[in-house]
């Protein structure tokens, strides 16, 4: 059990409510680094801001944001992550067949080509 008092995306009131909602709007969960970092509101704040920065970045595409993510969150296992990035990938048009072998292929990732190679160097 973490000693850290973080708030439940249930019980966010006021600015943090407000983050909360939006991924969950967003993506259907909010992302445990989020509920874990709402311990401390100025950390929470910090890490919604570099979310907000990729996800608003012209590029990369946020498909391959959310497939890097994937990626190392299967490689990691980090189950959480992996779980709230599959979520992310369907709303980004991949099937769960094609998570499934991103995550066991990472080299068959359906990227453009410039992607791809920026995914490969990260990976």
């Given at each position: 059990m973490s000693l850290?008092?973080?708030?439940?995306?249930?019980?966010?009131?006021?600015g943090m409510k407000r983050i909360h909602d939006s991924f969950l709007d967003a993506v259907g969960m909010v992302p445990p680094p989020l509920v874990v970092s709402s311990a401390s509101p100025a950390l929470q704040a910090l890490l919604?801001?570099?979310?907000v920065y990729y996800r608003e970045h012209p590029t990369p595409s946020q498909k391959l944001i959310?497939?890097?993510?994937?990626?190392?969150?299967v490689i990691f296992e980090m189950t959480p992550c992996v779980r709230f990035n599959e979520n992310a990938l369907r709303?980004?048009?991949m099937t769960d067949n094609q998570i499934r072998e991103a995550?066991?292929?990472?080299g068959a990732v359906p990227l453009?080509?410039?992607?791809?190679?920026?995914f490969d160097f990260v990976i």
């Open positions: 850290l008092k973080s708030v439940q995306p249930e019980l966010a009131v006021g919604t801001t570099l979310m959310a497939l890097i993510r994937y990626v190392t969150s709303i980004h048009g995550g066991l292929k990472p453009k080509a410039a992607e791809k190679e920026l």
